[in-house]
Nanobody, 124 residues
């Protein structure tokens, strides 16, 4: 099982920046893709950005050019640098990981690993 813990959320003014971090821990064999999703009030959860183990990144159109996803494989950590923040970026941001973990003497693969979320509020 993988535990994901996000940090770095908070209140920021429009045009400001925040950097989110997500640390993965547990009986990890390896982590494949990692990503960030968000859920705004009254809306469904949406994909923000993903990054593969070899650093191929993809972004939602709404954040392209403003957000940058990166990862440190040695630290099992994924980051989301958010610049030029807008009020519509206000949401709870969730980290996700596709990971292989030890279960006894076997390896289990799961895409359904999620953090508890961190609140990002963009407001003046």
């Amino acid at each position: 099982q993988v535990q994901l813990v996000e940090s770095g959320g908070g209140l920021v003014q429009p045009g400001g920046s925040l950097r989110l971090s997500c640390l993965a821990s547990g009986n990890i064999v390896g982590i494949d893709a990692m990503g960030w999703h968000r859920r705004a009030p009254g809306k469904e959860r949406e994909l923000v950005a993903t990054i593969t183990s070899d650093d191929n990144a993809n972004y939602a159109d709404s954040v392209k050019g403003r957000f940058t996803i990166s990862r440190d494989n040695a630290k099992n950590t994924v980051y989301l640098q958010m610049n030029s923040l807008k009020p519509e970026d206000t949401a709870v941001y969730y980290c996700n990981a596709e990971a292989r973990t030890w279960r006894g003497f076997s390896i289990h693969y799961s895409k359904d690993n999620w953090g508890q979320g961190t609140q990002v509020t963009v407001s003046s």
